[in-house]
């Protein structure tokens, strides 16, 4: 079965910094991996999705992930944050052939300083 | 655009009761979910339904039922409602196959007094 580590509970950046956000996985095969975002009162958006192929995927509102195979890792990165950013982020990881398709992290909780 | 509703935001119910949470997706998707999320446990699957009449236990089923008499309509039963299940519940929906995203609803807060 598969599993996902998101290791910081909540990170803080200031306005404009770039931001990092940890996503470890655990899959004997190729996994599918995302990234979603939750805002405040509302239910899950899709960043980006890594199937397969370059393994940097481009998403929406500026961010980006790397798939690292060597060390079971998907993270995420924007260059520099905007205060709308402040959420929570769940990375996600599938399984080819899996009926019940995702597994969650836990979710890192993002607060964005002016 | 994909949409999923969720037909409460908000939900106050009683010890014992039987609860109804309804959700409707249009996008004529096969796969149906509900989760719970709680803080720091992140999301955690309940059940998941993958065609009509059809269905699958998740990680945490107890106390819970689900119906889907319809492709667009999932449903989940808490048969006799307890205050541990207060909580956030979503539901989700998706094509198929496995590598296909999962798209949500913004969620019901659900509250057992």
């Known amino acids: 079965a598969q599993s996902v580590t998101q290791p910081d509970i909540h990170i803080t950046v200031s306005e404009g910094a770039s931001l990092e956000l940890r996503c470890n996985y655990s899959y004997g095969a190729t996994p599918y991996l995302f990234w979603y975002v939750q805002s405040p009162g509302q239910g899950l958006q899709l960043l980006l999705k890594y199937f397969s192929g370059d393994t940097l995927v481009q998403g929406i509102k500026g961010f980006e992930a790397e798939f690292k195979r060597s060390q079971s890792s998907f993270n995420l990165r924007k260059p520099s944050v905007h205060w709308s950013d402040a959420a929570e982020y769940f990375c996600a990881v599938g399984a080819y052939g899996s009926a019940r398709q995702l597994t969650f992290g836990s979710g890192t909780q993002l607060t964005v300083l002016p | 655009d994909v949409k999923v509703t969720q037909s409460s935001r908000y939900l106050v119910k009683r010890t014992g009761e039987k609860v109804f949470l309804e959700c409707v997706q249009d996008m004529d998707h096969e796969n149906m979910f509900w989760y719970r999320q709680d803080p720091g446990l992140g999301l955690r699957l309940i059940y998941f339904?993958?065609?009509?009449?059809?269905?699958e236990k998740g990680d945490i089923p107890e106390g819970y039922s689900v119906s889907r008499e319809k492709k667009e309509r999932f449903s989940l039963i808490l048969e006799s409602a307890s205050t541990n299940q207060t909580s956030m519940y979503l539901c989700?929906?998706?094509?198929?196959?496995?590598?296909?995203?999962?798209?949500f609803g913004d969620g019901t807060r659900l509250s057992i007094l």
């Open positions: 339904s993958y065609d009509v009449k059809m269905k």
């Open positions: 989700a929906s998706s094509l198929g196959q496995p590598n296909q995203p999962q798209h």
